[in-house]
């Protein structure tokens, strides 16, 4: 837990780098086995809407990719 770094990435990052970054931690925590997917720290309430919607979605493509 704790995987996405929330001010370089969350807060200050593009959609698409977010969305790049959180499906990435997916697709790499699934080799092994037990992850959760979230911030490293608090999430500022500066961080657009739209990053935190590319999380969602990234972590639901991969669901896709990974379990059909």
Do not use: H
């Not at 992850?35 to 990053?51: R, Y």
């Amino acid at each position: 837990m704790g995987n996405i770094p929330c001010c370089s990435i969350l807060m200050e990052g593009s959609e698409k780098e977010v969305y790049d970054f959180a499906f990435q931690e997916c697709m790499d925590g699934a080799k092994d086995g037990r992850f959760i997917l979230s911030g490293d720290c608090d999430v500022s309430p500066l961080t657009p809407d739209e990053n935190v919607k590319a999380v969602v979605k990234a972590a639901k493509d991969a669901e896709k990719v990974l379990f059909g």
